[in-house]
Every structure is written in C-alpha cells, then in structure tokens.
C-alpha cells in the first residue's frame, strides 16, 4: 500500500492519442483530439466525507486519510506523473444528435497501475469547468455526488458491471442549482467524487470523431482501444473492428440484463452514458424500482416522453448500440457493414436470452423446462398487474420463504391489493409449486439459489435521501458510512438492519430526491 504520492501513473492515454494543442479552458469546439490537458480548479475548504477502502486496494493506495490526499481528491493538488486531461465525446441524447459534448466537469488525473497490475483511470467529478463545459460551471452538487457515490459502489456488490468510487469530499464553495427546473436556483453544498474504472470511454468518443467526419482521430483511438481492452481484436495493423463491436454488444447486453434483475433504472442512457466497457457510468437521475412499474421513469426530463423507463432499457440499448455501429462504419469494409448489422440484429435476441435466463434464477430455476415461459408470463403479469403496487424487492425475497399460498407476498404489497389479484397471485403460486417440484429442489436450496441473485437491501431512493439530508446536516459522513456498509452484502439479512430493507414510506411517494430525480447536478 502506498501514499497517493508513490502510486505509479500510467500516462498512455495522453502519449497515445492526439491532444488539444490548447491549454485554457474557454467553452470551445476542440477538433482532432481525444483530450484536452486541463487541471483541476482548487476549491478553497476540502474536506473528506468518505474513502472507499476496497477502492483504495485496488488502486494499491492506503487508504490512511492524509491532509495531502485529501487535497489530491478535492483537486488543489495534482502529483507528478498524473497528466490530467478532460475527454472530448460527443453523443446522442434523447435520441437526438447533441454534437460535442465532453468532460465538462470530470477531470481525469490519470491512470494508476493497480496492486493487480491493471490499470485504473482515477477521475474527479465536480472538478471545475473544462472546454467541454459549455455554459455551465463544471462543479458538482453534494446530493447528487452521494448519489453516484453510493449507487456506484452498491451495484458493485450486487455483481453489477459498473465504474467505482474512491471518495467523496465536499469543496467549501456553494454551488447554484435549480433543482426542479421551476425558476428557484439555490445554493447548494459543492462536492466532487473520485470515480474508479479501466476506462471512461463511451460510445460518444467515437462518435463524435465520424460526426466530424475525422477518420484520422477515429482510427486512433478505435486502434487504441483493442490494442488496450480488446487485444484479441488486433492482429499487427489489422483491426477487428466487427469483433470489437460484437464484444461491446456483448457486455452491454449482459449489462441491461443485470439492470433488469435488480430492479434499477438508469434514467439517462444518451450514448455519452454508454460505456464502451459494458460499465454502468455517469450515476444522474437514476433510480430503483419500489412498486414494480416498467413505465416507471426516475428522470424528470424524461416523465412526458418515458424513452429510459424502466422497460424501455433493452429497447434503448440496441438503439444506441446501432449508433455505435454506425460511428465504427468508415473503419470497415462491406463485409464489415454485414458482420456489424449481424451483431445489430441479433442483439435483442441476445439481450432476451439473458433476461429469460436470469429471470427463471430469481425464482430459483436452472433446468429448462416446458412451463417456463408461462411461469414467467404469469410472474410479469402478477408483478404488473394495473392497480396494484407491488415492492419488486421485497416480493422476490418474500418468494423464496418456503411456498403457502399467498401469506408472505402480502407484505410487499403498498395497500390492500384487490380481491381479485390475489386470486390471480394464488392461481400463479400454485403453477410454480408445480414448476419447483418438477426442478427436484427442497425450499432450503430454493431460498439459497433465490437470496444469490434476489437481493434484500439495494440503494432505495428514500434511504439515499436520508443520507443525504443527514449529510448536509454535517453528520460527517456518518450516515453514509452505515449506508454504505449494509450495501456491501446486499444478499444477506443482516440483524439490526431492516430499516434497510424496508418498502418505501408514503412521505416519499412524491418527494423531489425520491420519486422524481432532476439531471441539475
Ligand atoms: P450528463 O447527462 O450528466 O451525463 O451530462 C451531459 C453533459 O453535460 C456532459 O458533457 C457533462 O460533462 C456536461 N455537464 C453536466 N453538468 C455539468 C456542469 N455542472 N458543468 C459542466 N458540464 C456539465
Ligand atoms: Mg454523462
């Protein structure tokens, strides 16, 4: 383990790809580059709120909270051999070509070469503006930090493939947003989080340079990426680039399908929140499904068109995977438009199989079997039934107790449901009793395979809230850090915790934060 000083940095990104030849930080178009140099903006009182210990040991960094780390986290301190850039991408948003759009308030300081000996780009969210900051500030809410902070690092331990965060500290300085969009800005708490991932390239990077018609920059870093993440696709000057994009697809697909299991809906899946490593990245508006709802959007900005409702998710993936697509094509060949409109097509399949194929675990089913497909009718049908509020969480678990009639799923349920849905939730249990005792399993190995993939605490957006509030009252950190640690077994009961686990509360139903997220950040 060592001080944030003695890391070792890994500067390939910047000595690879082309740079910004200009250093200042004016909103600006930036042309023929994958980066701009750029450094943070110091914020005049830092202080630490959080330090994610695994994080650190995967960086190999100590995680021993030091007056010089912190300022390393809050940007007013950058060491020698980090070579902090902000990256140029552009990206599709609401489905709609935005053109460039860029860091405007990340700043990677750059790579670490971790105790395993992979390499981790370290980056500060909330860092101070950028030339990809247009008109905005480039700096960072403390809500919405605690809220990347905590998802982050909570999907994580739910086995969903995602970017991670080392820190968080609040800045000192208060920043201005108006929260609901309705003409009230107010100042907030300034935060910036430290975020963890191989990579934060997104579809954008690519896209951007074909945009621009700027082949030169998008065979750069396309050769960049396989020779990095993807070397199986490189052969001397030779570039796979269908089989690049076959494994892209590939892991987004896995990616959406993980999404589906827990129950978590991003909230703005534009292309430039598309991880090119199949990484959940970019933790704004997002959300977790209480009352199970595939209507259901988090992001306020999306409430009148519900583009990244929850069961618009896969649809919206294979949309933006074809941008994707569409940015690799001056890099094939015909027969490589063919291979990439093969991956295209099959991509809904694919993600369908993934989705079938973890749906039948969370009921506890691993052979294939002739009912599946109308157990998992008859489960969507229970789970959506109009009128009835039913906690997707709480009703897995509820599930996996041993099998009597409807009795344990009546605690999921938000109100009295009607008669005639639990009818229809009896006539269902009793085809799954079927359905079990054809898989040969006893309830102990059932609950054992059901709490593995159904878990019973996940980062509820009232219980984010809490932590929240309890921050910004200045708790230092310390409802975080219990929030944070019933997260890292999300599958386990853990005694004394059930507040964790519990529905959400009828105060939540509507409140900002809650139930309706905003993208001012
Ligand atoms: P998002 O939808 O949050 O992923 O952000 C879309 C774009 O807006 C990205 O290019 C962000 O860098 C930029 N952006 C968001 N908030 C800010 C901010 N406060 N200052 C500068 N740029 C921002
Ligand atoms: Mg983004």
């Not at 709609?96 to 971790?114: H, M």
């Not at 300085?173 to 910036?192: F, K, N, S, T, W």
Request: a negative charge.
């Amino acid at each position: 383990m060592a001080g944030i000083d003695a890391l070792q940095f890994d500067d390939r990104f910047v000595r690879t790809l082309p740079g910004d030849p200009k250093r200042d930080n004016r909103p600006r178009q930036v042309l023929g580059a994958a980066y701009t140099p750029t450094e943070p903006t110091p914020v005049p009182a830092p202080t630490l709120v959080a330090l994610v210990p695994e994080v650190a040991a995967l960086l190999g960094l100590d995680p021993t909270p030091s007056a010089g780390l912190v300022d390393v986290l809050a940007g007013n301190r950058v060491v020698p051999g980090m070579a902090p850039y902000a990256a140029c991408y552009g990206g599709h948003q609401f489905g709609t070509w935005a053109g460039q759009l860029g860091d405007g308030r990340a700043i990677t300081l750059g790579e670490v070469v971790g105790a395993g000996g992979e390499t981790f780009e370290v980056q500060l969210k909330g860092a101070g503006p950028t030339p990809y900051s247009r008109r905005a500030d480039g700096r960072a809410v403390l809500r919405s930090s605690v809220r990347e902070l905590v998802c982050s690092e909570a999907m994580h331990h739910l086995g969903v493939p995602t970017t991670r965060a080392l820190s968080l500290v609040t800045t000192g300085a208060p920043v201005l947003r108006d929260l609901l969009y309705d003409g009230h800005p107010a100042e907030e708490p300034g935060a910036i989080v430290c975020r963890v991932a191989p990579s934060f390239l997104r579809f954008g990077s690519y896209e951007i340079h074909t945009a621009r018609d700027d082949h030169e920059t998008l065979r750069r870093l396309v050769r960049f990426t396989l020779e990095r993440w993807f070397p199986r696709c490189v052969a001397g000057e030779a570039l796979d680039v269908p089989a690049f994009f076959a494994e892209v697809a590939s892991t987004t697909a896995w990616m959406v399908a993980e999404w589906l299991r827990v129950g978590f809906v991003h909230g703005v899946m534009n292309t430039d929140n598309m991880s090119i490593l199949g990484l959940t990245i970019d933790y704004g508006p997002y959300g977790w499904l209480e009352p199970f709802d595939p209507d259901w959007t988090p992001n306020i900005t999306d409430a009148s068109g519900r583009r990244y409702r929850f069961g618009n998710q896969a649809q919206v993936a294979h949309w933006n995977i074809a941008q994707l697509a569409r940015a690799l094509v001056p890099l094939v060949d015909p027969a490589g438009v063919a291979a990439l409109q093969a991956t295209l097509e099959a991509f809904p399949r694919v993600l369908a199989a993934h989705h079938r194929h973890t749906s039948l675990r969370k009921l506890g089913l691993h052979a294939a079997h002739a009912s599946d497909d109308a157990i998992l009718e008859g489960m969507s049908a229970v789970l959506g039934a109009p009128g009835v509020e039913l906690d997707m969480t709480l009703c897995f678990r509820a599930l996996a107790e041993p099998l009597a009639g409807v009795g344990p799923i009546r605690r999921a349920y938000y109100g009295e449901p009607p008669h005639a849905h639990l009818v229809q939730l009896d006539t269902w249990l009793a085809a799954y009793a079927a359905r079990v005792r054809a898989e040969g399993i006893d309830d102990a190995e059932r609950a054992r395979r059901m709490n593995a993939v159904n878990p019973l605490y996940v980062p509820r957006n009232y219980l984010v809230q809490e932590v929240i509030e309890a921050t910004e009252r200045g708790d230092g950190g310390a409802a975080l850090a219990v929030l944070m640690d019933v997260l890292r077994q999300p599958y386990a009961e853990q005694a004394g915790r059930a507040h964790f686990a519990g529905k959400r509360p009828e105060w939540a139903r509507v409140k900002p934060g809650c139930s309706m997220l905003s993208c001012s950040s």
